[in-house]
């Protein structure tokens, strides 16, 4: 029975998987297959009984290895404006007197 070939990768490609691997040789590896390409991602067992993610790679079909985007930050948590905290307060204290 055959078996289902893996992703194609690049020379400069499988560099980068062997560099990582070096890195991390304990670490499971595995690829996980978009439209756009392959997300490499290699996992340790955690002393709990889980999986950490060690590195992460992404491959796209056209032989490039696009760097990591940081992730924007949100914007930072605004309280309520005290204008309108004053204005519930006031109408409470009015009808306690």
Partial sequence: MEQPAGPELTVSQARAVYAIRRRHPEAALTFHERPWGFILELTKPRPSGGRRVVALARF?????????????????????????????????????L
């Fill in 60 to 96: 796209a079909v056209d032989g490039s290895i696009r760097p990591d985007v940081p992730l924007p930050l949100a914007p930072p948590h605004r309280p309520a404006a005290a204008r309108a905290m004053a204005q519930v307060s006031d109408s409470t204290s009015s009808k306690l």
